[in-house]
């Protein structure tokens, strides 16, 4: 577990002033996507700070092109290895007029021995959304497919932060619309509250997203 110096301000302040200040920032109209029909990452890169199962909800309001878009989703996380975490997660969304169930899986995989910065964590991850909607009658299906590289570090009061970077595939089935695939990067922070942790960040993916979430660990954090 990585640590960073952040001195004059107490953990208190410096904890409650980071969250609720993006806390308050995911209000904002105008948002796009963060990850297609997924919750923000919000997480560490190192999965040695989380215990072996965790479950989460988050939010995320924003736009797809010029369609609203609002999604509610809850995550499972799995570590299954000292370097490998598997997800899968299950959402409500509301795109455009229609109600969508979208669900998805993913995983998340640790470079421990990276050389680019040791005072970091690094992991990769790989995942895939679906989602089913009906328009006017007409059934429109939604696939993402997401490759990223995500980087942390934790700050001396507890307050962990990530960022990430990666590419993504949006493929959607709706009379002759297209795919597309956009470059994106986002960063976040988290702060742990109890059995567990809060998280909020933002995503770029052509616009601008942010969002909030919730990770309670089933089992305890084992620590070192």
């Not at 953990?11 to 029909?37: D, I, K, W």
């Not at 975490?85 to 299950?90: H, K, Y």
């Not at 939604?142 to 990530?162: M, R």
């Amino acid at each position: 577990m990585n640590r960073f110096s952040i001195k004059p301000l107490s953990p208190l302040t410096v904890r409650t002033a980071c969250f609720v200040a993006l806390l308050a920032l995911s209000g904002l109209p105008g948002l796009a996507v963060a990850e297609y029909l997924g919750l923000l990452n919000g997480r560490s890169a190192d999965p040695a700070t989380y215990g072996p199962m965790s479950v989460e909800a988050g939010v995320i309001s924003g736009s797809l092109g010029t369609v609203d878009y609002q999604h509610f989703g809850v995550r499972v996380n799995s570590r299954v290895s000292d370097k490998v975490v598997v997800f899968g997660d299950l959402g409500n969304s509301q795109f455009g007029a229609s109600d969508g169930t979208p669900f998805g899986l993913g995983v998340f995989v640790h470079l421990p021995n990276q050389k680019i910065n040791e005072r970091l964590d690094m992991a990769l991850k790989a995942s895939y959304h679906a989602g089913g909607y009906t328009v006017s009658g007409r059934s429109l299906n939604i696939t993402a497919t997401s490759f990223e590289l995500l980087v942390s570090g934790l700050a001396e009061e507890g307050v962990g932060g990530y960022a990430s970077i990666g590419v993504h595939r949006l493929n959607i089935e709706f009379g002759g619309a297209d795919g597309t695939t956009e470059y994106g990067f986002g960063a976040g922070l988290s702060v742990p509250i109890g059995p567990g942790e809060a998280y909020a960040g933002f995503d770029f993916i052509d616009e601008v997203t942010l969002g909030v979430g919730f990770r309670y660990f089933l089992k305890p954090v084992e620590q070192p």
